[in-house]
């Protein structure tokens, strides 16, 4: 088992900067991939990265909830050009650097989204995409 970094991330990286294994990697190109991954083969299902995100974005990935019922005000990050998510995010990260996001969309109170393709999403950054084994 392994953790999944969902779409409810928002580029912190905290949760990179505690792993013990360091299997957690930002995504690159960031237009195409704005969150951070967890190499599957990697991880350790330790847990330490789940408390350093501030937007609760990181599950075991037999939680993953589906549905997500929304507090309000959560932003889900998806790659530029996706329909729907047009807003822009900006902010900063556990060390106090930029983030800019463009492929976002803020949840309101109530709405319920399926955040389980994030399982599949995480898997092909390090099988097919531009992901990298953490393994050395």
């Known amino acids: 088992m ?3 970094i969902t779409s409810l991330c928002l580029r912190d990286g ?3 900067t505690v792993c ?3 299997c957690i990697v930002p995504g690159k190109p960031e237009d195409q ?3 951070y991954y967890i190499d599957p083969d990697t991880c350790i299902d330790c847990g330490a990265c ?3 995100c501030p937007w609760e974005a990181i599950f075991p990935e037999d939680e993953v909830p589906a549905p997500y019922v929304a507090k309000g005000g959560e932003k889900l990050s998806m790659p530029v050009g996706t329909p ?3 807003e822009v995010y ?3 990260n556990h060390d106090g650097e930029d983030v800019h996001l ?3 969309k803020t949840l309101e109170a109530g709405e319920e989204v399926d955040l389980t393709p994030d399982i599949e999403v995480n898997a092909k950054y390090f099988s097919d995409g531009p992901g990298y084994s953490t393994a050395g």
Do not use: I, M, N, S
């Open 2 to 4: 392994t953790h999944v």
């Open 14 to 16: 905290g949760c990179a």
């Open 20 to 22: 013990p294994v360091e």
């Open 33 to 35: 991939y704005p969150l």
């Open 50 to 52: 789940v408390p350093e």
């Open 84 to 86: 729907g998510f047009a």
């Open 90 to 92: 900006d902010g900063t």
């Open 102 to 104: 463009e492929g976002t």
